[in-house]
């Protein structure tokens, strides 16, 4: 709301936080809180796991998983829509996989752990993920290039 040129529609979440948005100052402060619970969380569900190993490191990726972001996002953002984003946007999509795939180790942790209706939902989830997020992939080259990119905020804010 900030921002009136933004459309949560049609743009990225990270756009809000690129160098030099009108937003990314906000942005930036707004995600210390937010891992700072995915880390209280992990802790939570190591507190909770009672011994079970596969719950144990799905929480030990839970608190990875927030350490890393809390302390590599505020270095990794990308470039605002329009602009080559270089070595900036590379390490934005490095440091994005690289918790993805965090994320992703520890639902099949859970999943491992857990009732058959909870891996179940946990597969449904994972699948959703990977669509969404292989779809939003591909308007990575349109983004870059300042193009129009219909929907794309939608398709990331469900895969994340």
Not at 9 to 31: C, H, N, R, V, W
Not at 138 to 149: M, V
């Amino acid at each position: 709301m900030q921002w009136s040129d933004y459309s949560f529609k049609d743009q990225t979440i990270s756009e809000l936080g690129a160098i030099g948005a009108p937003t990314q100052a906000l942005f930036s402060i707004l995600l210390v809180p937010t891992y700072l619970l995915f880390i209280a969380f992990g802790v939570g569900v190591w507190r909770a796991a009672f011994g079970w190993r596969n719950l144990r490191i799905a929480a030990g990726l839970l608190v990875l998983f927030g350490s890393i972001a809390i302390t590599t996002g505020p270095f990794v953002a990308m470039y605002p829509r329009g602009f080559e984003q270089g070595i900036a946007g590379a390490l934005h999509l490095i440091e994005g996989a690289v918790e993805m795939l965090i994320l992703l180790a520890a639902m099949g942790c859970a999943a491992i752990a857990l009732w058959r209706a909870f891996r179940l939902y946990t597969i449904a989830t994972v699948a959703v993920m990977l669509i969404f997020g292989a779809w939003s992939a591909t308007d990575i080259p349109r983004i870059e290039a300042g193009l129009s990119t219909p929907w794309v905020g939608v398709e990331e804010r469900i895969y994340w």
